[in-house]
């Protein structure tokens, strides 16, 4: 079992920035890697960035060069750094790790992000 808490979404304007936060706790040993999605009202849950155990990462095209993701291993937590925000980011962000060798998906509860314009 792996428990994920997210922090640190909010309201921002557009060009600003934000940082997210999640912190795993439980089996910590069996992730195999963790990532942000996030999901917009009418839209399906997306893939914004990942990062393996090894710290390999992967980015969405609409946020490579100004989302950056990254982990802190001391702390069990992994951070998403946001710049140049932009309206069409709003989303509620959900943490995600993929655990064990079948890479069970847990996920945290959200949080939401909101760029005006």
């Known amino acids: 079992q792996v428990q994920l808490v997210e922090s640190g979404g909010g309201l921002v304007q557009a060009g600003g920035s934000l940082r997210l936060s999640c912190a795993a706790s439980g089996s910590i040993s069996s992730i195999q890697g963790m990532g942000w999605y996030r999901q917009a009202p009418g839209k399906q849950r997306e893939l914004v960035a990942g990062?393996?155990?090894?710290?390999?990462?992967t980015y969405a095209a609409s946020v490579k060069g100004r989302f950056t993701i990254s982990r802190d291993n001391a702390k069990n937590t992994v951070y998403l750094q946001m710049n140049s925000l932009k309206p069409e980011d709003t989303a509620v962000y959900y943490c995600?790790?993929?655990?064990?060798?079948?890479?069970?998906?847990?996920w945290g509860q959200g949080t939401q992000v909101t760029v005006s314009s």
């Open positions: 995600n790790a993929k655990v064990g060798s079948s890479f069970q998906n847990y």
């Open positions: 990062i393996s155990s090894g710290s390999s990462t």
